[in-house]
């Protein structure tokens, strides 16, 4: 079905078509020259020493892990309330995700109360994932790190250049992690970034990146190297520079692009304020954030309306979806389940609507509109 308002919509025009032709006409387009543009550029953005580019957000929270030194046997408290790449990441390197529930229907992010009451002795790190691209609790988080020796990775994947306390998301932690998926904030089909203020991690990244190697093709092709080693047991996570390209453009569009979903987050909390039996998560929330997506939850007390909620929105021709279903509910995570009642709850609740720059003030009049006249049918 086509969808009359779509639940994401690109932000590309001729900019990244001429970034990619040039980059073919280069010929050059494995990780090469834009690779590193893109890195600088990325780094420089979020006032950070160092960004390396990578094949996706996966495997930048696989090579945080990696580099953390976390192994076989250590437990990392994440929440459930994410995509499950978040977790999976964690079961690569052979630890045990602990599950923790989020803070409320109105902040979905990790619940630092909690964080402190599931370390053991064998936790070593902690996730949190920085929601719609709204902050976790980073003072808090960043205190219990500090007090228990814990190591703090950043899944910022929905929150490119938000803030919280006026520092960007993903600087906080020994590592950032970053994603260009398709529907993400900076758009390259695929492709992920992890930031660090360490140079040692930063080195070791990027030498697992690419098989462990010492030198990188375009190094030896550009005459800068004429052999390598391989020190370490390495990966093929590598960005190449069609899609750096891409990402530059995107990543130059991106403070115009986020100015623009604030305007909308805005209208949309106009006119979905009468709508009684609905939380919108983070309504209170000013500091500036890249509001990767709009998501809203049926209240305490108008449970289970969610799927005829939905189904009536799509009738009208507008497409939603939910974030996330639990990964603890997933039968994969069967094994590490445990009761997470604030995050089941929001998981059966939760809807998310439209959100992309180019949506208009009618359209989002239009679905607020739909999800008033759906409420006021299932209170008949």
């Known amino acids: 079905m086509k969808y009359d308002i779509p639940l994401f919509d690109l932000n590309f025009n001729r900019r990244e078509e001429r970034a990619v032709i040039r980059t073919l006409r280069s010929r050059w387009i494995s990780t090469g020259p ?18 390396v580019a990578l094949s996706n957000c996966t495997t930048a929270l696989h090579l945080a892990l990696l580099a953390a030194g976390i192994g076989p046997g250590d437990e990392v408290i994440v929440p459930s309330l994410t995509f499950v790449a978040t977790v999976n990441a964690i079961r690569y390197v052979g630890a045990i995700p602990v599950f923790c529930d989020i803070v409320s229907a109105a902040d979905l992010t990790i619940d630092p109360a909690q964080v402190e009451q599931l370390i053991t002795p064998a936790t070593r ?9 709204f902050a976790a609790d980073m003072d808090a988080l960043s205190a ?28 906080f ?54 052999g390598y080693d391989v020190t370490d047991l390495g990966y093929n996570y590598r960005l190449d520079d069609i899609r750096a390209a891409i990402g530059i453009v995107q990543l130059r569009k991106l403070p115009r692009d986020l100015m623009s979903r604030k305007q909308i987050r805005e209208e949309y909390l106009e006119r979905l304020s009468g709508i009684g039996e609905l939380v919108v998560p983070f309504r209170e929330r000013r500091e500036f954030s890249s509001n990767y997506i709009m ?70 009049a239009y679905i607020c509109d739909s999800i008033e006249e759906a409420m006021v049918c299932q209170r008949s």
């Open 295 to 364: 998501p809203v939850v049926i209240g305490p007390g108008h449970p289970g309306k969610r799927d005829s909620v939905r189904e009536f929105l799509h009738m009208r021709g507008i497409q939603t979806s939910i974030h996330y279903p639990p990964v603890h509910r997933f039968s994969v995570y069967r094994d590490h389940a445990k009761p997470l009642p604030v995050t089941e709850y929001v998981a059966d609740n939760e809807i998310t609507l439209p959100m992309f720059s180019g949506l208009k003030k009618k359209q989002i």
């Open 34 to 51: 834009k690779v590193k543009e893109f890195e600088e550029l990325f780094a420089s953005m979020l006032g950070i020493e160092h960004a």
């Open 144 to 171: 219990i790190a500090e007090r228990s020796g814990l190591v703090l990775i950043e899944d910022a994947c929905h929150g490119p250049l938000s803030e919280y306390h006026g520092r960007k998301l993903g600087t």
């Open 125 to 133: 790190a902690v996730i949190p994932m920085h929601f719609a691209g």
């Open 173 to 226: 932690g020994q590592s950032g992690c970053f994603s260009f998926f398709s529907n993400k904030n900076i758009s390259t089909g695929e492709g992920g970034m992890l930031v660090t203020g360490s140079g040692k991690v930063a080195e070791k990244v990027r030498n697992l990146r690419s098989h462990g190697m010492t030198t990188l093709s375009f190094d030896r092709a550009a005459g800068h190297a004429t």
